[in-house]
Structures are given as structure tokens and as C-alpha cells.
């Protein structure tokens, strides 16, 4: 207990966890045109788009999704993820060298209860050995989606060790091996941008991480995630053109045109049972639009029908979309300063 005070599954030889891993990687698996489709169904996307992020997903490298604030990045990787083929195995703990690295976290992995069902439909592409069927050291669990925001430092990226159990934590990137990991709001960290871009070069390039132990010892893990970055930021403003080269698929998300505006905001009243009107909507485009020289946001539906539902809430009455309450659902979203500029 005071060389270690791990107590769970024993952990599994990193040289047999790193086997495993390359026998489940994304690479190799292939989304097919009808299921993107199907996983973006929620979101109105345009038909470029779309025919982007396909080849992007199917080649396993990193995406860079850019674009203005309220388009619908982030909801398009977190379904990306959602929707990944197949599921995998993956240790509760992993051994290197004597250290033991926690890899399970039930925040991030879903467990896969029935393992039969699992194998007969498909989700598998590495299939178990009877031995290994009932080897309680691995979990199946659906390939992970992990996102990180503006929290995220170059610590978070390294093992964590803990002083008082005495082993380590795996960083989030080694917890999303065969699934995908998002860096959202690229930018905004607490670090340069730069700094946490260079720390990808290696990964990218030899698909394996370097990681430091407490003493300095070096721990070689392997690197096999979908990593998207999504920012608000123009890529060209974060790094140079050496390292965007780097990064094989950009893909910019654009704002909505006034159609797929339109469609955005019948889906959502439909969604709160709120009847479309035509004319209120002319009356939103213009005022609060086209007279203000306000760019349309993907986000922005949403937002508004939800100011009507909240209306409705507090008028104690059905929900409407009308001249009156599209102002008293508009007033209070945008800026004072955006309205009058």
C-alpha cells in the first residue's frame, strides 16, 4: 500500500493494450454517405458541407472546423462522434513498466452491458476470444466521444499522477484511443494556441504519444483518435502555414442562407408546436437582419423560439409567432449596440 494503493481490475501490459488498440482503430472503418446523413439529420447543413466531412471522417486524420460562433460546430463533431462504427474494448487499468495507469472513466466510456447482441449485430470489428470473453480487466464500451473546451492546459495532456494512491490518471487524449476527441473553442484556452498545437506534432505525424512518468521516464502510448478542432477563429490567426499543412482536412462552416434560416426555425416551432408564420418571419428577416446588417447564425432559431416559448411561459398563453412577440423575443437576445449599429 505505500508502493501503490490501486485497488480495481488487474491492469493489462501496455504492449497488449497498445495490440488492441490498433486492432479496433478508426482507420479503416468507413461511414458511408447515407449514414452521415442520417447522423446530421437534427442539423440543416448544406450539401458542400456535407461532402466535406465525409472524406474527412473516412481518412481518420485532423479536421480543423472553422467558422463564425453559433453555426453548429461543435454539435457536428459530438454527432460525428455519436454515430462512429463499431464499438471496442478497453482496459479498467493499463501497466508500464510497474506504473499503473487508470484508463476506465465512467464521465467519458459507456459500457456495452450485452456483448452478444454487440457481436451479432456488427459493432465489433476485433472479435474476443473465448478466453478473453470473460476476462474481467476489459470493458466493451462505445467508441468514446471526449470534448475539451477552454479549460484545457498542457497538464491535462500529460499522466496525472496522484501523490497519495500512487498511480496515474490518463490524459484525455489516451481515454478517446478508437474514438474521437474534440478541442472545442480553439483559441481560448489558457495557453497559445501554438504551444497546444505543437504538443499534436509527434501524434499526428507517428499516431503514438509520448508521455512522462513522475520520475522523467518516457511512456510511448498509441494515438489512434479522430481529433477535430473547432474554432471561431481564423486558422491563419492561430498558427502558420507549415503547421496547417499538417492538418489535411479545414473545413469552414459557413452561415446559413436565408432558406436553410427558414428551415432551421420551422424544425424548432414545430418542435415547441408553434405555427409557422411566413409573414412574421419576413418582418424578423428584415428588422432584425438585413436593417441592422446582422449576419444570420445557425444558433439564432433556436434562440428566438425559445423567447417565444419563454413569452408564452410568463403571459400564460400558447406560444405565438407574430410581429409583437418576435420583437419582445428579439429585444432582450441581441445586443442594444448590435441593433443600433
Known sequence: MRDNQYIGPAPVPLETYTERVHAQSLVGQTISDEALRRALEPLVLNESLLTQLGPAINSGKTIFLF??????????????????????????????????????DARHHRPITEQTTAVRSGALRYLPSESEKYDQRWVLIRRPVIVVGGELTLKNLNLIFDPVTRFYEAPYQLKANGGLFLVDDLGRQRIRPQTLLNRWIVPLEKRVDHLTLAGGQRVDVPFDVLLIFATNLKPTDLVDEAYLRRIRYKIYV????????????????????????????????????????????????????????????????????????????????????????
Not at 327 to 336: G, R, S, T, V
Request: aromatic share 10%.
Open 67 to 104: 467558422g463564425n460562433v453559433g453555426n453548429g460546430k461543435t454539435t457536428i463533431a459530438e454527432l460525428i462522434g455519436a454515430n462512429l462504427p463499431g464499438a471496442i474494448w478497453i482496459p479498467y487499468a493499463i501497466d508500464a513498466g510497474g506504473h499503473i495507469i487508470r484508463l476506465f
Open 254 to 341: 459557413p452561415d446559413p442562407t436565408w432558406d436553410e434560416y427558414r428551415e432551421i426555425f420551422k424544425r424548432e416551432a414545430e418542435r415547441h408546436h408553434i405555427a409557422y408564420s411566413e409573414e412574421a418571419m419576413e418582418y424578423l428577416i428584415n428588422e432584425y437582419y438585413l436593417k441592422p446588417q446582422r449576419p444570420p447564425r445557425g444558433a439564432h432559431p433556436r434562440d428566438i423560439v425559445e423567447g417565444l416559448v419563454h413569452l408564452a411561459r410568463f403571459r400564460n398563453t400558447p406560444p405565438q409567432m407574430t410581429r409583437e412577440t418576435i420583437d419582445l423575443a428579439c429585444m432582450p437576445y441581441f445586443l442594444k449596440k448590435d441593433r443600433e449599429d
